[in-house]
């Protein structure tokens, strides 16, 4: 048997079935018309949101990055919940608009952007990430052409990083950001020539379980924006911290403790460096937002034996769900918690069994030598943290299936 990471503590049962946000999975399925079935609780969302809101000092701002979960619907109730939205693309810019969410607290970052999606983002008052020298020539050169004044801020790639991240994305040579020590050439730049500098966005990493090393990044962040500050010789208006806040998602994992890292900051933003006293300043969360609201739900289509292992296979797969597969961002395949949707909170049975996905290829393991109650076809599997990184983050062209639906719930 292997061991599974831990089901997030929002999740009960009623009569065995497995409730979610108060209702029984099996009647979810029916409502939704059939499954695979991805369902979001925004009352989790919201107890999120809730949970930051009373840790954090009252002037930080919440902003989603919605790249962890652009479904629509939930995009619209997030643009209620949170001060602003993180994008990644042009089509999330789009997305974002859609739900709307206001142009100016909409943040566009990204390494690759074209031509087109700079001139969409710069027409409708998007603040643009500058990721590069030659992206901020070419965003002035598009505003220029549209007549725009453009909302620019400079990605920073900290010369730092977050230990022990489960994705780096600062320190060292990164595709992401320009270079620390040629930030502040590239705000004056583009001030010069007349653009509406937003600030600073400094992201030095993701999924991060130890608030001691999110104090001390943030700490840094602060410290290096206070110094590129001075180098500009400009007040920033924007101070976007990055994030970081992981979720559990393993065998050992501890739920990250966020009131550590509000005092922390709540004490940073008290005594800050004179030239930043009069900003503003960010936390731009994905995961943490939304990951434990969703509940991914695929069918028991066949239970065999091969060798004396038993393989339960379902009719879902890592098209859906990568990331339960340890084939998103992950060296090594560990468990996500999953469990009988129909028998919640059963006993396991003597032996353990492999959960797999219809796609033909061995790389589509959702749970591997698991301990799950006694399993039959027709069973619902639930596999938990399926709200961050799921349905747009799974190669759902990969062999043809349909792709999942998805539910949100309250
Ligand atoms: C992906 C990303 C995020 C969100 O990361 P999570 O781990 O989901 O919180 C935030 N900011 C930037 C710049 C990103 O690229």
């Known amino acids: 048997m292997k061991p599974m990471g831990p089901i997030p503590p929002w999740f009960a049962a009623e009569e065995g079935m497995l409730l979610i946000g108060g209702c029984g999975a099996a009647s979810l399925v029916d409502e939704a018309g059939d499954m695979p079935l991805f369902v979001y609780d925004m009352g989790i969302v919201e107890a999120q949101v809730r949970r930051f809101r009373d840790a954090m000092p009252p002037a930080l701002h919440l902003h989603y990055a919605i790249k962890a979960n ?17 994008v990644a693309s042009g089509g999330e810019v789009e997305l974002a608009l859609d739900a709307g969410m206001a142009p100016d607290r909409i943040s566009f970052a990204g390494p690759g952007k074209r031509d087109d999606e700079l001139s969409a983002a710069i027409f409708a008052g998007v603040t643009i990430n500058l990721e590069s020298e030659g992206e901020g020539a070419r965003a002035l050169r598009i505003a220029e052409k549209l007549g725009r004044t453009p909302r620019l801020a400079v990605r920073v790639n900290p010369d730092f990083d977050l230990k022990g991240s489960g994705m780096r994305m600062g320190g060292g040579a990164k595709p992401f950001g320009v270079d620390a020590d040629r930030a502040a050439a590239l705000a004056r730049a583009m001030i010069d020539a007349g653009a509406d500098w937003r600030g600073w966005h400094i992201f030095a990493g993701s999924q991060n379980l130890d608030p001691m090393a999110i104090i001390e990044t943030q700490a840094a962040t602060i410290a290096l924006a206070a110094r590129l500050s001075d180098a500009v010789g400009m007040a920033p208006p924007l101070v976007n911290l990055g994030g970081g806040f992981g979720l559990a998602y393993f ?38 937002l939304v990951g434990e609201a969703g509940v991914y739900l695929t069918r028991v289509i066949d239970v065999k034996v091969s060798q004396g292992e038993t393989f339960v296979v379902v009719d879902g797969g890592l098209h859906h769900q990568l990331a339960a597969s340890g084939n998103f961002g992950t060296v090594v395949r560990r468990n996500y918690p999953i469990a009988i949707a129909n028998h919640f909170g059963a006993p396991p049975a003597d032996q353990p069994v492999t959960v797999v996905g219809c796609l033909c290829t061995p790389i589509d393991r959702l749970g591997d030598k698991v301990a799950l109650p006694p399993v039959a076809p027709g069973d619902l599997v639930a596999i938990f943290l399926a709200g961050a990184y799921g349905a747009s983050a799974s190669p759902s062209a990969f062999l043809g299936h349909p792709p999942a639906r998805q539910l949100l719930l309250g």
């Open 70 to 86: 652009p479904h629509a619907p939930l995009l619209a109730r997030m643009a209620g919940l949170v001060g602003g939205f993180d």
């Open 251 to 288: 065998p050992g994992d501890m739920a990250l403790d966020i009131r550590p890292i509000g005092v922390a900051l709540d004490s940073a933003l008290e005594s800050l460096p004179d030239i930043l006293k009069d900003g503003q300043f960010a936390i731009e969360l994905g995961r943490w």
